[in-house]
């Protein structure tokens, strides 16, 4: 009886296995060039499953640019290519030319006539030099363009080189565009020139081509597709450093035993621009401190305690213009540690664990102080310097919105709030959220398979983050926004858009025109139909 059951078993095994089975399907394309269209050879093709980090299909393209994908398995993929002497094509790089394309295979299905359009390059070189014409070795070179961040427009990094022993640079994959070209030392190394005024120390300073101390007179470049430009020689200028000195004034904080830390933090353009330039630090044993060797620049004064716990003691911003700052009084005074609560209006119940809670210094988006929610919603902040933050909340349970941030009794949604010693915050959620679903159309009036969906208050309100929304279009151009809330809104579908170019009024007024507006109540339910717009130039 037991032989005789084995064949039995195995037929039973093998029929499940097939029933699992899953036919595998085909991709196949070409690779061209996107200005000529003349075929690429040995240009290198990636599918990654949509979402993923890392390829799980690998292919490269013959003499004739044809590719083919074999044995791949149904699902939706990110298909990415590359080629030297062109721009990377994927989800990670931006610019016109590079978006990766979404590809959706069926099981069994052969998917064929696909085409993958590369940008050429464009390249910039030169040399870094000093004053007087000698070549600076191992100096950064940054190329930025003009872009978008949380506080409005700045200068966005997109290619870095190091000067290398002659004080050559060249920065390539750049898409077509104009740029700025910016050279820039680390450290801020202190020179001691003989004959300085004073013994004063020296050091070079970030520099834009030609030899521009600001973006404002600074020289762009222009680059198109494919272009190699040299001869961009920027001539480094020399800065003097100065001091920064004063005296700590406590109110109401002890005495510390292992002293202060100061530092000067670099602000303003550079820092929102994502440079790496080195802070200035001191230890102050007393009540007196000095900084040395601090070029000009604006600045970011911190005070924190010395111990363990780091405690952050004092802020403000100093200004070094083309002299000492002496003199400089910093009161001190104890550190705030907020608490506060997330509650939902009304008997509803909703998990609050997970309400993200985060308190920001106006304009500086790196002083930013994050907690989350517990089951019981409440949270805690801190310790944090007393001052007036924004008080941001993301990441709400599905189907609600926020309501208002109270403190003290006061409703601060929408504008700063003065943190002191004791602050309570409380964070009130609403069910009944608004939701938009919808379907983007092409120029064609095809269905759009690759763009972005832009929800933005009407008028525009850049101090609640909160009522600003972003949707990938999926399958067929249909579109999901949830957790809305209750307001008067623009609608724009952006075929490409520059991260955080929404959040600019100045550029949504250029396409007000092709923008769907909405009007949304309580638990609203609206079905909309979008034109896309095409690529919204820099």
């Known amino acids: 009886m037991v032989w005789t059951a084995i064949p039995w078993v195995a037929a039973a095994l093998w029929l499940q296995g097939a029933a699992e089975f899953v036919q595998p399907g085909r991709i196949e394309g070409r690779v061209v060039d996107a200005l000529s269209a003349e075929p690429l050879a040995r240009a290198r093709l990636y599918l990654s499953r949509a979402g993923g980090r890392e390829a799980s299909y690998g292919a490269a393209s013959d003499a004739d640019g044809r590719f083919a994908f ?45 085409l993958v359009k590369l940008m050429p390059q464009a390249v910039v070189s030169g040399r870094i030099l000093d004053e007087e014409g000698e070549p600076l070795p191992h100096i950064g070179v940054t190329v930025l363009r003009q872009g978008y961040g949380e506080n409005g427009r700045r200068l966005v990094p997109v ?87 004063g005296r700590l004034v406590a109110a109401g904080v002890p005495p510390a035993a292992r002293g202060r830390v100061i530092v000067l933090m670099p602000r303003g353009r550079w820092s929102a621009s994502g440079l790496d330039l080195v802070s200035k630090s001191a230890v102050a044993e007393q009540e007196n401190f000095e900084i040395r060797d601090v070029p000009p620049g604006s600045y970011l004064l911190t005070v924190a305690s010395g111990e363990r716990s780091g405690a952050p003691l004092a802020r403000q911003p100093v200004e070094v213009t083309n002299g000492d700052v002496e003199g400089l009084i910093v009161t001190l005074s104890p550190p705030v540690e907020v608490r506060g609560v997330v509650r939902l209006e009304g008997a509803a119940k909703v998990d609050l664990r997970g309400v993200r809670v985060s308190l920001s210094v106006p304009g500086l988006r790196f002083a ?83 763009c972005t969906v832009t929800l933005v208050p009407d008028p525009p309100q850049p101090a609640r983050p909160d009522l600003y929304k972003n949707a990938t279009c999926e399958d067929g151009g249909r579109f999901r926004l ?31 025109s092709q923008a769907a507006s909405v009007q949304l109540s309580a638990g609203g339910r609206e079905q909309l139909r979008l034109r896309r717009i095409a690529s919204a130039p820099r």
């Open 368 to 450: 930013q102080v994050r907690g989350q929610a517990q089951g019981d919603g409440s949270f805690r902040l801190g310790p944090v310097v007393r001052d007036s933050y924004e008080v941001l909340v993301s990441n709400l349970p599905e189907g609600t919105y926020l309501k208002a941030i109270r403190l003290a009794g006061q409703d601060v949604l929408g504008r700063a709030a003065d943190l002191v010693p004791g602050a309570q915050l409380e964070i009130v959620l609403a069910a009944g959220a608004a939701q938009i679903e919808g379907l983007v159309e092409t120029e064609a009036g095809e269905a759009a398979t690759a």
């Open 482 to 512: 949830t957790s809305v809330s209750p307001g008067a809104y623009k609608l724009y579908a952006w075929e490409s858009l520059e991260p955080w170019a929404e959040r600019d009024p100045d550029f949504l007024r250029q396409y007000q």
């Open 159 to 245: 290619g870095y080189a190091e000067a290398n022993d002659l004080g050559e640079y060249r920065v390539a994959q750049l898409p077509p565009g104009r740029y700025y070209v910016l050279a820039y030392f680390r450290g801020w190394m202190p020179i001691r020139v003989l004959g300085a005024p004073g013994g004063r120390a020296q050091a070079l300073a970030p520099t834009f081509y030609p030899s521009a101390p600001e973006e404002a007179s600074a020289t762009p470049v222009e680059l198109a597709a494919g272009q190699e430009v040299g001869g961009f020689d920027i001539r480094m200028r020399r800065t003097f450093l100065y001091r920064v000195s």
């Open 70 to 114: 074999e044995n791949v398995q149904p699902g939706a993929y990110t298909l990415s290519a590359e080629k030297v002497g062109y721009l990377r094509q994927g989800a990670a790089t931006r610019g016109p030319g590079s978006a990766a394309q979404i590809v959706k295979l069926a099981a069994g299905q052969e998917l064929t006539g696909l």
